[in-house]
Every structure is written in C-alpha cells, then in structure tokens.
C-alpha cells in the first residue's frame, strides 16, 4: 500500500512524471526512501560541502550574487532530497524553490531521467543516491550504502506498482472511471462512422489513459 503521505503528492507527481517521462510509481518509492513524503526535510552533507563547494570558485560566485550560504548549497531538500548544488542544474535558484513539493518533484525527477537515460534502472538508483561512486558500486556488485539504497527502491517500486495496477482495474470495473476524453472530441461529420463507435471509444481511450497514465493522441486513419 501506498502511504498516504505520499498519495497526497499524486496530482504533483502524474504532472512532472508524464511532462518528463518517469514512472509514477518509481518517483513515488524514491520520495518515500529519501523524506517519507516531509516536504520540509533537509540534510546538510559536510563531506560534500568540503570535497565540491568549499572552495569551487563557481559556488563561491553564486554565494556571493544571489545571497546563498555555502552550506546551503551543500544541503539536501525536499520530498526527493535533492542536492541543492545538483538541482542548481536543473533550474533551481533559490532555497525556497528546492523546498516547494511541485519543484523538488521536478528536480528530482528530472535528475532522475537523466540518470535513467545514461544507466540500468538499479545502477541509476544507485547513482541518484551516491552518485557516479555508487553506480559503480552496483556494477561491482558490491554492498555499499548506494547499492543497498537501490534495492530497497526497487523493491517498493514492484510493490507500488502493483498496487496501483490493482486500483487503475478497480477503477477501470467499476462506475466511475475518469473521463480523460469528452464525446465532443470525437465527433466526426464526415460520415467515416466514427459517431457511431463514440461510447466505446471513449471507454477505451479512457482506460488506457489511465492504465498508462500518459497523454493519448488520437490519430483517425479515416478520411477526417
């Protein structure tokens, strides 16, 4: 079951998983592993404040323009705890940014497609969590803190998506599936006969929006 502290994100997270191309229930394990669903938790992380912001000249500048402290820099925040220096790259100007629920969905979500896209899913895990060190632990096969953090992701990733498989057939049986599509954006006076399949249609494009929870394009090989 999917905690309700995380369920209560749902809107925020359909918005930016489909915008960007990340799997609900994979941005949904990840929030519940690094904050619980507490949009006010914050880390700050020493170690990485002395190894890369310390004395970067490009985080002393930032520092110095926009008003930042440097341990604010190096500090984790949000439902997806991204760094701040990372979602720095992302977009990310300011400290109350990092920390709004729609935004650090966003950084995190974006820092995970692009890990995503360069990695396995374990090993891009493994890299959100320790960085390129940890994917290089989860190829080594190693038990390091990034690796075991990657499989108990994905683990709750099996278990989340199941259960929103379970609700998505639920709502699919029952009375009241949601209309993603209005019967006006499926008529046709042409004549092809597309009227006259509109109800089905309409179910059918209704559930699989929701078994996917993407966008549907229509495209009619009819001549409309």
């Known amino acids: 079951m999917i905690p309700t502290k995380i369920t209560q994100y749902r809107e925020l997270i359909d918005k930016w998983c489909t915008q960007i191309g990340v799997s609900q229930s994979l941005v949904m394990a990840v929030i519940q592993m690094e904050s619980g669903g507490n949009a006010g938790a914050k880390r700050y992380e020493p170690g990485y404040f002395r190894a890369y912001v310390e004395t970067n000249p490009k985080w002393l500048k930032v520092s110095r323009e926009t008003g930042i402290p440097l341990q604010s820099i190096a500090t984790s925040y949000g439902l997806m705890q991204m760094m701040f220096a990372t979602s720095w790259g992302y977009g990310c100007k300011s400290v109350e940014q990092a920390q709004d629920p729609s935004q650090s969905i966003r950084f995190g979500t974006a820092h995970l497609k692009t890990l995503l896209d360069k990695y396995p899913i374990g090993e891009a895990l493994a890299a959100y969590n320790g960085g390129k ?92």
Not at 172 to 193: M, V
């Open 133 to 224: 060190g940890g994917a290089a632990a989860w190829r080594a096969k190693r038990n390091t803190d990034a690796v075991m953090y990657a499989k108990d992701v994905l683990r709750m990733y099996e278990e989340y998506k199941k259960d929103m498989q379970s609700q998505k057939q639920s709502t699919t049986d029952g009375p009241s599936q949601t209309n993603f599509f209005k019967k006006s954006e499926l008529t046709c006076k042409c004549g092809c006969g597309l009227c006259n399949t509109t109800n089905a249609l309409l179910s059918t494009l209704n559930s699989i929006r929701s078994a996917i929870g993407a966008p549907v394009i229509v495209i009619s090989g009819t001549r409309c």
